[in-house]
């Protein structure tokens, strides 16, 4: 298993590892409070101001997916891959609108997930449910995505092996984050964020200026890459006529896809009020700029005459090529830290979400706040196994298929959500049979799709499956809702009607 082990760069690696596990575990008694109370455990007390909170966003946000994923998808098919640079320009206006609203909404009512908003709105626990099923269902594949980051630099150094005992280091390596996770909470990731960004800038300045450079500059970097593309359909450093509406609706679903997910939902409500999110929703495009450079290493990877069968791992053999074996160390370190962060973050905001608004209202209404907080660390734990079973079980050519197809799932409680904040107008009910169409449309399109991005044909347009499914959910939740409206006012004018009637 360890014939060919790199053995520098897996000392660097380990060494940060173990930094991160120390914080991990030295975290709970960081702005200490009875993580016997979920609001403690789950959310940090709600007291990470503007600092912690853009270093927690940005390591929620920008994970081993953005240096793994986006550059595989870069080197495959080209600038294709670089819509996740216009979807994340476009999600903090809308941040900036919303979510301090929803923070004061949550903060009032005491609120810990988006679910719980739900309910609160609507007063439908069958929407509360929908939202809470679709904000697990579509964690699993995204924490998976994480894993398989973690996996493919983990593999770079040399670990190698068959059938399950390939996957042995990336299991001992989330053992080891559901430990410190089950013990700080949220704390963990939001001091471990820290050093995980500091890292991953280092690693980044370096990849992008001294790479280039060793390969003649970056103009030398896009013409070898203009000749790997050259020739094969729908590839290219730019979008073909066929790619350009897929790339726009995959930005703008993507970006209202974003923040509906319960991890992106507690680092919100973990921030001490609104001025803190309003002031990140201002300064974190600085994570879109690194993340368009990170995009960048896909065509280095063909500049440097890099092959490789699986796009994942195209970028951790750049690593190996062009740095020393102990600078491709830290670089790993790096990626699989921005993997832990994400990580645990995303089984936190699972584990809330079941426990809040699957637990607590159809199981044990009677819950107290400390079974409430050991459930969901227990819970926290059984999304890791989830998400593990998910990457053993459920291999794909692109990592990307994983977040794009929690995508799909996730737009489709945007409408609950984001018209709950600004209207009372829409009913539960309405709301409820728009999911489920949303949700059903959205999965049938997806199935069986052999492409990295699921994508589908409407009227001879292409368009991503996930803004197609939300658009018959918003049409139905709106048509039922005049419908039920309309009946309801007939029955109040009815009513009075009668009651004039007796009067008289």
Same mark, same amino acid.
């Given at each position: ?67 793994? /994923?986006?550059? =595989?998808? $870069?080197?495959? %098919?080209?600038? *294709?891959? @670089? ?5 994340? #320009? ?99 990731? /939001?001091?471990? =964020?820290? $050093?995980?960004? %500091?890292?991953? *800038?280092? @690693? ?5 200026? #001294? ?102 791992? =195209? ?190």
């Amino acid at each position: 298993m360890i014939d060919h082990l790199n053995w520098t760069a897996t000392v660097v690696f380990v060494f940060f590892f173990a930094i991160v596990t120390v914080i991990g575990f030295v975290a709970a008694r960081w702005k200490s409070g009875n993580l016997d109370e979920l609001h403690e455990w789950g959310l940090g007390g709600r007291r990470f101001g503007a600092w912690i909170t853009w270093f927690l966003l940005g390591g929620d946000l920008y994970t081993a997916y953005t240096v793994i /994923a986006v550059p =595989a998808v $870069v080197y495959a %098919i080209g600038s *294709y891959g @670089f819509f996740a640079v216009p979807y994340t #320009i476009l999600i903090y206006p809308f941040v900036f609108l919303t979510m301090p609203r929803l923070w004061n909404v949550a903060r009032e009512k005491g609120y810990i997930t988006g679910a719980d908003f739900i309910f609160g709105r609507y007063r439908n626990k069958g929407l509360e449910l929908a939202v809470a099923f679709t904000g697990i269902l579509a964690t699993m594949p995204y924490i998976a995505l994480q894993l398989v980051g973690m996996e493919k630099v983990i593999q770079a150094l040399g670990f190698q092996g068959q059938g399950m005992m390939s996957h042995l280091p990336l299991t001992i390596a989330f053992v080891i984050l559901a430990l410190y996770t089950y013990r700080s909470g949220l704390r963990a990731p /939001a001091m471990i =964020a820290f $050093v995980k960004d %500091i890292m991953i *800038y280092i @690693f980044v300045i370096a990849a992008v200026v #001294i790479i280039p450079a060793k390969l003649g500059g970056y103009g030398a970097v896009f013409d070898v890459a203009a000749k790997a593309y050259a020739g094969k359909a729908n590839q290219g450093l730019t979008l073909s006529p066929a790619q350009i509406g897929p790339f726009i609706t995959l930005a703008i679903g993507s970006a209202m896809a974003l923040f509906m997910y319960p991890h992106s939902l507690t680092g919100v409500l973990s921030a001490s009020g609104p001025k803190a999110i309003r002031r990140n929703a201002m300064t974190l495009p600085a994570y879109s700029l690194l993340l368009g450079l990170i995009a960048l290493m896909g065509l280095m990877a063909h500049a440097a005459g890099i092959e490789v069968a699986n796009p994942q791992d =195209a970028i951790p053999q750049l690593l190996l090529k062009m740095f020393p074996d102990w600078f491709a160390g830290f670089c790993f370190a790096a990626i699989a830290i921005g993997a832990l962060v994400p990580a645990a973050v995303m089984s936190i905001g699972a584990a809330n979400t079941f426990t809040r608004n699957v637990w607590r209202p159809f199981v044990n209404p009677a819950i107290s706040p400390l079974q409430e907080s050991q459930l969901a660390k227990l819970m926290s734990l059984i999304v890791k196994v989830g998400a593990l079973a998910v990457i053993i079980l459920m291999p794909t050519k692109f990592a990307l298929d994983l977040q794009l197809l929690g995508g799909v799932w996730m737009i489709q409680i945007f409408p609950a959500v984001i018209f709950g904040l600004y209207t009372r107008w829409y009913s539960g009910e309405a709301l409820l049979a728009g999911w489920v169409v949303g949700f059903g449309l959205g999965s049938y399109l997806a199935w069986g799709a052999t492409a990295w991005v699921p994508t589908s044909t409407i009227l001879g347009y292409g368009a991503y499956n996930g803004v197609i499914a939300v658009i018959a959910n918003i049409v139905v939740a709106t048509a039922l809702s005049f419908v039920f409206r309309t009946k309801v006012e007939g029955d109040i004018a009815n009513a009075d009607f009668l009651d004039a009637r007796s009067t008289a």
